[in-house]
């Protein structure tokens, strides 16, 4: 029990609807009595009567209102005509459109109807002009003129073979068109106000025709005069011929014609057309009270059909009421309601719930059985309803409305009907609220916008057990105890689940507490800024919440009357709360058409529920506590249920799943086996799982190659989710390659038109052109500082190794590296045969040289010397020489590696000083030795 109460409910989901499917307009059957359709502004209805619900919503695309249309007889084609002058064909099962054509009228279309062979449709127009298409080949076969004012009724001749029309118009005369010569042949007189309905007899010799001149005509076809008129007394809207058969209600002699009359009285009648005399007269659902012409205007039928297939006969009532009667018993079979107006209030009924009741802005009650939509309306009170309670076993129920009454109804589970069973007057002006005792079927508290609340006291015989089956005697109530509660109007009230106490909200802000049954005041609970318009007590704790008019729900402790929790959201007044979870939740509603679903404990709004729009007037859970019924002003009521349970089991159910794909995503990760990985990734909509498995293609021998074969054999539905993938990897430059490769495999093998065919291809388009370029220009960038990378190496790697040799002082390694292109070959020297090329100094060349020319006779003699001191010396020589010749190239480094500083270039000029010096001293000393010598 504990674990229980702890779920808290987190969502509910709409699971059925009643809307509003007719707001007036024509009414038509299907042949095979399966469907309805009825007009509802801008679409066309279809009603399964088997169910009572909406199947088929076919609305126009102009959004103009449908003025008139027709169903073919073999229940195939359906034609609508609208404002826009335009008329469409529907193939209305599929829900679609197959043609669309000009009505060439200029005034709406008024009436359409299609002759016995579903060939030809005749369109009567509010500008009292007639057409024949053939709706077959597609064109206008017939233009009819001589109308006066706006033709309603246009009927075939049952022998096509006759090929005549009959229509009607403002001018209340019946026209027979001869259609081989489009010409009229014939008028028939005998109305004095709008002809509503044409109807012919089974052998097609007679027409009866009615109209608002609460008078039936019969006319004789072959002779074109009237047969019989037959008073009827009412304006009749509808008439429908009664075929030969047994009927339970009334012995009628079938060789006779008979038929139907449906109007403003709201009862069916049955008419002898030889007699003319009403033979059988039933009436309506409901009392029948005695009413002015103006009021019974509610009541009257504005559409009567006879349905063969199911033997049925189905009428419209002015309040947009279907009922369904068996055409051998006239007894009422089946009753849909087609707009509820304003729904007031709304609460589940019945032991099980299988019904509801619905307060609408009507002084009728409606039932609905909820499995079939069957509905069955209730009749008492004189004003419209305002609101509803339950007792707790769900056989009885109480209303009040602004007729200052309150009446207690109660449900015959034998015969699965509802009947009031007791009344009481008291309230001097109307009754807004009225709440039913919790433990037994005792008492009921009601309070009025005369700023009082009555205790009205029920007879022992509701509450004692048997008299639920057992038929009970009307009861007139009487208040046991009144009492001035508010000074304003009283809004709400509920009594307690111990039923001892009952609490009172008010339009003056405030809501007490009170004691039952002398009605003595307890506290007050104060804190609302505005008018409060629903208080409801706890079934677990000692707490009252209460809703306002300034947007808020309060808490109220029982003890102290002190405000517990505020409860915050709502734009607009809260008109409803209601606790549920075992007291532990609230749901509330607004009249800004939403409904929330709160926690007391965190004062969270766990969820928002959103399906009306209008204000919410209606709110009521039922015992198991699993499912919420809702109405609105918007004339929709919604059935909720809780979805909390179904969900966490989705969500469960949806984890496990994960993770064994997960795992067996792995498995053929291990595996190698890329292309069912990759399936599974897009089933499981995982695009990172699914770049993985990119990833481990492209790092595979010959990758590009299995990334072909793997994509190429993808379904097109999992291509499309691979490249929906790719405009998304496309945007990270970590991935951009991998997309790359998808986006060139499928460039490669697929041609344009299967590309375009792809779904979501413009959105893949728009995502990759600009990321795509964006990459080019990076790798583009890249690309040139790659290049000036390696055009700096190239011409740094001879600089680094010089200076490298120089910082390590290696100036041997620095004269081999410079040695091979920096020989100078020397040819002047005489006396030398050998051609390999000689090192000399430029000085010691020029001193050399003087020697020669001085010396000339000395040097044959000592030529051997001098070979051998020149062979001697040839290695210093040539040291000597690569040593002077690399060090302007030495200095030269230096300069380009670091640059030169003033101190430098005085260094420089100082050796350069030194050099000639040196230079000088050695010519000299040349010199010297020669003049020696000599």
């Not at 409910?9 to 809307?19: D, G, H, P, Q, V």
């Not at 005069?225 to 809207?237: L, N």
């Not at 460039?747 to 370029?773: D, Q, R, S, V």
């Amino acid at each position: 029990m504990t674990s229980n109460a702890l779920k808290f409910k987190t969502n509910y989901a709409l699971c059925s609807k009643i809307e509003p499917f007719y707001k007036g307009g024509k009414v038509q059957v299907s042949k095979d009595g399966k469907c309805i359709f009825c007009t509802c502004g801008t679409k066309i209805n279809v009603l399964d009567i088997t169910t009572g619900k909406v199947t088929q919503s076919i609305e126009q695309d102009d959004q103009e209102d449908i003025t008139s249309f027709a169903v073919s007889p073999d229940d195939e084609i359906l034609v609508t005509g609208s404002r826009a002058l335009l008329l469409k064909q529907w193939e209305w099962r599929e829900n679609k459109c197959v043609r669309t054509w000009k009505a060439v009228h200029t005034a709406p279309v008024a009436s359409m109807v299609f002759d016995s062979t579903s060939t030809l449709l005749a369109t009567g127009g509010c500008d009292s002009t007639i057409k024949i298409w053939d709706v077959i080949k597609q064109y206008c076969t017939h233009n009819l003129k001589g109308s006066s004012g706006v033709v309603h009724v246009v009927e075939f001749h049952p022998d096509i073979s006759k090929l005549q029309l009959f229509s009607s118009s403002m001018d209340y005369k019946i026209r027979i068109w001869d259609l081989k010569s489009s010409k009229c042949i014939a008028v028939l007189e005998s109305h004095y106000s709008a002809v509503t309905s044409l109807t012919f007899s089974s052998d097609g010799k007679s027409l009866v025709s009615s109209g608002r001149d609460k008078i039936c005509t019969v006319w004789e076809l072959k002779t074109r005069t009237v047969k019989r008129t037959v008073p009827v007394y009412e304006s009749v809207e509808a008439v429908v011929i009664l075929p030969e058969e047994d009927y339970g209600f009334v012995s009628l002699n079938n060789k006779e014609l008979n038929f139907v009359t449906a109007g403003s009285k709201g009862i069916l009648r049955v008419w002898n057309a030889a007699s003319g005399q009403c033979v059988y007269s039933h009436s309506p659902p409901g009392p029948l009270q005695e009413k002015k012409e103006a009021d019974a205007e509610e009541h009257s039928l504005t559409y009567c059909a006879l349905v063969p297939a199911i033997k049925k006969i189905i009428t419209v009532t002015a309040e947009h009421n279907f009922i369904l009667y068996d055409l051998l018993t006239l007894k009422l079979k089946q009753q849909f309601i087609g707009y509820n107006d304003e729904v007031l209030d709304v609460k589940f009924f019945g032991p099980a719930d299988t019904h509801i009741v619905v307060a609408t802005n009507s002084p009728q009650l409606k039932v609905f059985e909820l499995a079939t939509s069957n509905c069955q309306i209730l009749y008492g009170h004189s004003e419209t309803v305002l609101a509803l309670d339950v007792f707790r076993k769900g056989h009885m129920f109480a209303s009040c409305a602004k007729d200052n009454t309150i009446r207690i109804w109660r449900l015959n589970k034998a015969a699965g009907s509802v009947s009031c069973v007791a009344q009481g007057q008291g309230h001097a002006r109307g009754v807004g609220t009225i709440s039913c005792s919790r433990m037994k079927e005792t008492f009921v508290i009601s309070g009025s916008q005369d700023c009082t609340v009555k205790v009205w006291n029920l007879p022992d015989s509701f509450s004692a057990k048997g008299s639920i089956d057992n038929s009970l005697t009307f009861e007139q109530l009487h208040a046991h105890v009144t009492e001035k509660a508010h000074d304003k109007d009283v809004n709400s009230i509920t009594i307690s689940p111990n039923d001892k106490l009952f609490a009172t909200g008010s339009q003056d802000r405030t809501a007490k507490l009170w004691t039952i049954p002398d009605c003595s005041l307890l506290g007050v609970f104060r804190g609302h800024k505005r008018g409060i318009w629903c208080v409801h007590f706890s079934s677990m704790d000692q707490v009252l919440a209460t809703s306002s008019a300034d947007g808020t729900v309060k808490l109220w402790s029982l003890q102290d009357f002190s405000c517990l929790k505020t409860f915050e959201g709502h734009d607009a007044s809260v008109l409803k709360v209601i606790f549920v979870s075992r007291g532990t939740q609230l749901l509330t509603s607004g009249s800004d058409g939403l409904l929330k679903l709160w926690t007391i404990k965190t004062n969270e709004c766990v969820k928002t529920l959103d399906a009306h729009e209008d204000k919410v007037w209606g709110l009521h859970s039922n015992k198991q506590d699993d499912m919420v019924i809702t109405g609105s002003g918007d004339s929709c009521i919604a059935l909720w249920k809780d979805v909390t349970e179904v969900e966490l089991a989705e969500e469960l159910a949806k984890q496990e799943d994960h993770i064994l794909k997960q795992q067996e995503l792995s498995n053929l990760l291990q595996e190698k086996k890329y292309l069912k990985a990759l399936g599974l990734a897009i089933s499981l909509d995982q695009p990172y799982t699914a770049l993985t498995v990119i990833k481990a293609l492209l790092g595979e021998v010959d990758g590009k190659v299995a990334l072909e074969n793997t994509l190429m054999k993808l379904r097109q539905d999992q291509k499309e989710a691979v490249l929906r993938y790719s405009s998304v990897w496309n945007t990270n430059s970590r991935n951009c390659h991998e997309a790359q490769a998808v986006i060139e495999v499928f460039l490669k093998h697929e041609i344009p038109e299967t590309l375009l065919k792809f779904g979501g291809i413009k959105a893949a388009l728009e995502g990759l052109i600009p990321y795509t370029e964006r990459h080019f220009q990076r790798i583009g960038r890249l690309l040139q500082a790659s290049m000036f990378v390696d055009f700096m190496w190239q011409n740094m790697r001879l600089a680094g190794t010089s200076r490298s040799a120089l910082l390590n002082g290696d100036v041997e390694n620095m004269e081999m590296a410079f040695s091979e292109p920096l020989f100078i070959v020397d040819k002047s020297l005489p006396g030398k045969t050998s051609q390999s090329p000689v090192l000399v100094h430029d000085d010691e060349e020029q001193n050399e040289t003087e020697d020669d020319e001085e010396e000339g006779d000395t040097e044959d003699e000592n030529a051997d010397s001098d070979s051998d001191v020149s062979a001697t010396n040839k290695g210093k020589a040539d040291h000597v020489h690569h040593k002077v010749l690399a060090q302007p190239l030495l200095e030269e480094f230096k300069e380009n590696v670091e640059p030169s500083s003033d101190s430098e270039g005085e260094q420089d000029s100082k050796n350069n000083t030194t050099e000639l010096k040196k230079s000088h001293l050695k010519q000299n000393a040349v010199k010297h030795r020669k003049i020696k010598r000599r």
